[in-house]
């Protein structure tokens, strides 16, 4: 029987064969019967001589013309690609021997493209990898899938040798058709501007999109970059995200008035619909037909023919037992007052007809009982659509859209809404005794917790814990209630008070704990947090949070990061139907510049937050505002190093990572601060028990903190002039 010969070093020094030489002693060795066994050569030539062996067993085998003993060897297959992988110079070999394989047996070596170029391609060897495209490319070409997990592996990429050859591949493809392969791949890595560069390739090639992959990107494009013209087939992608994403809603989303008769086919379903419910007993209809059942006696009972006893005896001898939110809409504008809805309501009743539960017919019910007319009527003839009111989050961003617009009338009508729904919502929950850890899985998070932030921060940690995660929803219910804990007075909230100290490092530290788990937090909210740290004196505390935030914003995390879903864009119609409707909150690719009008954080560090904490810098250092036991000024580093220019060198540190800080706008402020300064001093002197800074000193401060000239000396050495012209100082 046939051994191996040695293949350890030992033997290659008793033998210095040439590899000729150990192919002829190796196919001997591993002959039988006539047959040589060229795997157990391979694996020997391999051992002893490495990538030099192998190839020197495909050149043999080639000489003979028995390549067809590749054909069924994963194992031959594999050791000639490495080699021809390792050995540039034997590259070529390795491909006559594949074009021989495929000339004399119609055989295409499987994977040969794919594994040469991905290992060019990652070993960076840009020129080989064209080179061997080339060759390899008219023949060996894999499909368009295998092609594309190909360019997914390095797209992502940002090295420009990489994207130059990349493109230049992509070029000389005979077929393009890779836009739903790498427009997803980028974005989602995060890589939005490789993505719009890619797309304009595709789109000079010819190359559009075919599935709804790439309708993600499309939508951000649509939503964060308005001017963007979108090719027909660009537009039949987003569309179809529209028709999938939108909610089902009637044409016209107002009060409804309808005063047209039903068809005679609407007549037909209608009755078809009622034999259905009354024969089936409990059965539940199919939505369509639930609908048109809902319309119909909607139309019934806002006839002014029918006297509405008459309509509701009409539906209870139809069999209607349960009527939806356009009926009972259309019942309550019958009435002329809540006291009239509310005897209505007793009517339904009566007659074992139930009213919907959704929130917009909660909050008539509320009102007719309390009967507050004015509240009722404007809820009636509200443009609102009823469905509106059914998501908290609506909710909320209604009433903060009528606040923007000072719409009080809005207003008020949606903070009785709210607290009407609230209310039932609190007696619908009351129970005798409440064990969290039975709670049913539908128990919402609100409702687990209480008004007491440090509570809802070891229940959040609990839940982290506990590897549950929460959504954006719950995240701003949370929130919500959190923000509602501070002590206000009628200026605002008592950021100064040692209760608020107390309660705003609480919340900072569930807003992180959210954060923590990718859920999106509204811009406005951090801004809170961030200026009750400045209220309250401590500036190193602002300094750090503001950092964190640019942490969580950082290009280099190569993904995507959400956006809460009131700061997404509001722009055109088919953007904000796709982000803002389909999400409780969106996403963003990290790379989306600090300096965009949508950024969160372009929304956080806003001028008046720039101004504010200019300011602040100033209050604190020159002691203007009372300080409190727990936040003495003294215990501030940046107070004790930049002084009066303390927040200009936290803007300047927000500028460093990228943020926009205006420079005009800090300028401004800091001239403002130095005027007010001065008349300070000139008002108390030293009775304030402090040693003041000269104008000039606090502008080389500013320029300091800054880290570079803020503004010019000018500015300052008239300012003990009494005919110095400088802005007012800012109030409040």
Not at 317 to 330: L, Y
Not at 581 to 589: A, D, F, M, N
Not at 684 to 696: L, N
Request: proline share 5%; aromatic share 8%.
């Amino acid at each position: 029987m046939a051994t191996y010969p040695e293949c350890d070093a030992t033997k290659r020094k008793k033998l210095p064969l040439s590899t000729t030489e150990a192919v002829d002693t190796a196919e001997l060795e591993a002959t039988y019967g006539g047959v040589i066994d060229w795997t157990k050569v391979i694996i020997c030539m391999d051992s002893t001589y490495g990538a030099q062996g192998v190839f020197a067993v495909m050149e043999r085998l080639r000489e003979r013309e028995s390549l067809d003993v590749v054909m069924p060897s994963d194992l031959i297959r594999n050791a000639f690609v490495n080699a021809g992988i390792q050995l540039s110079s034997k590259r070529q070999l390795l491909f006559a021997c594949a074009d021989d394989l495929l000339q004399r047996f119609d055989y295409r070596w499987p994977n040969l493209y794919t594994r040469c170029m991905h290992f060019l391609l990652e070993k960076e060897s840009f020129e080989e990898a064209a080179e061997t495209h080339a060759y390899l490319a008219p023949s060996f070409l894999p499909d368009r899938h295998v092609l594309g997990l190909l360019f997914e592996n390095f797209v992502s990429n940002p090295d420009i040798r990489m994207q130059k050859a990349l493109k230049g591949i992509y070029l000389s493809l005979p077929q393009h058709d890779l836009y739903d392969i790498i427009i997803p791949a980028l974005f989602k890595s995060g890589q939005s501007k490789m993505a719009k560069r890619w797309r304009q390739t595709f789109l000079l090639s010819g190359d559009f999109p075919s599935s709804e992959a790439s309708g993600p990107f499309l939508a951000f494009l649509a939503s964060y970059y308005t001017n963007t013209n979108f090719t027909p087939e660009e537009r039949r992608i987003l569309d179809i995200l529209l028709e999938k994403n939108s909610p089902k809603r009637r044409k016209n989303a107002t009060t409804i008035r309808c005063i047209a008769a039903p068809t005679k086919s609407e007549d037909a379903l209608v009755s078809s619909a009622w034999r259905l419910e009354t024969s089936q007993g409990s059965a539940q209809p199919r939505p369509e037909i639930k609908s048109l059942v809902d319309g119909f006696v909607e139309k019934l009972f806002a006839s002014s023919w029918t006297p509405p006893d008459l309509a509701m005896q009409l539906a209870k001898n139809a069999g209607i037992r349960s009527i939806g939110p356009r009926a009972f809409q259309a019942l309550a504008l019958r009435a002329s007052s809540a006291t009239e809805v509310n005897e209505l309501i007793k009517s339904l009743h009566k007659l074992n007809i139930s009213i919907p539960a959704g929130a917009y017919c909660t909050a008539i019910s509320e009102f007719a009982k309390q009967g507050h007319d004015s509240l009722l009527s404007n809820l009636l003839q509200s443009d609102i659509h009823p469905e509106e009111f059914d998501d908290e989050e609506t909710r909320q961003m209604i009433l903060e859209h009528s606040i923007r617009r000072r719409d009080t009338k809005q207003e008020d009508l949606m903070r009785s809404v709210i607290s009407a729904i609230d209310a039932q919502t609190r007696l619908s929950t009351q129970s005798p005794s409440l064990n969290l850890a039975t709670a049913a899985p539908a128990f919402t998070i609100e409702k687990l917790l209480f008004d007491e932030p440090w509570r809802m921060k070891l229940a959040l940690e609990r839940m982290v814990s506990l590897n549950l995660r929460i959504g954006s929803i719950e995240a701003s219910a949370i929130l919500r209630r959190a923000f509602a804990a501070f002590p206000a007075n009628s200026r605002g909230i008592v950021w100064c008070s040692t209760e608020c100290i107390h309660i705003l490092d609480e919340v900072i530290g569930l807003a992180r704990c959210i954060a923590a788990q990718d859920v999106a937090i509204r811009s406005e909210h951090w801004k809170m947090l961030l200026i009750g740290l400045g209220h309250q004196g401590r500036l190193d505390a602002l300094a750090q949070l503001s950092l964190e935030l640019v942490d969580m914003y950082d290009p280099s995390r190569a993904c995507l990061l959400p956006v809460h879903k009131v700061d997404l864009p509001k722009m055109t119609k088919l953007a904000t139907d796709f982000l803002r409707r389909t999400e409780h909150s969106g996403l963003i690719p990290a790379d989306l510049s600090f300096y965009h009008h949508h950024h969160p954080l372009f929304k956080i560090f806003d001028g008046h937050f720039q101004r504010t904490v200019v300011q602040l810098g100033f209050t604190w250092a020159l002691n203007l505002s009372e300080g409190t036991a727990s936040t003495p000024v003294v215990q501030n580093a940046l107070v004790r190093k930049f002084d009066v220019a303390s927040g200009i060198h936290i803007l300047a540190n927000l500028r460093d990572r990228g943020c926009f800080i205006d420079m005009d706008l800090v300028e401004s402020a800091a001239r403002n601060g130095i005027y007010s300064s001065q008349r300070m001093r000139q008002r108390d002197g030293d009775s304030r028990g402090r040693q003041w800074f000269s104008p000039m000193q606090m502008k080389k401060v500013a320029d300091l903190a800054w880290g570079a000239t803020l503004m010019p000396a000018s500015y300052v050495i008239g300012l003990n002039q009494k005919d110095f012209r400088a802005l007012s100082a800012p109030t409040g």
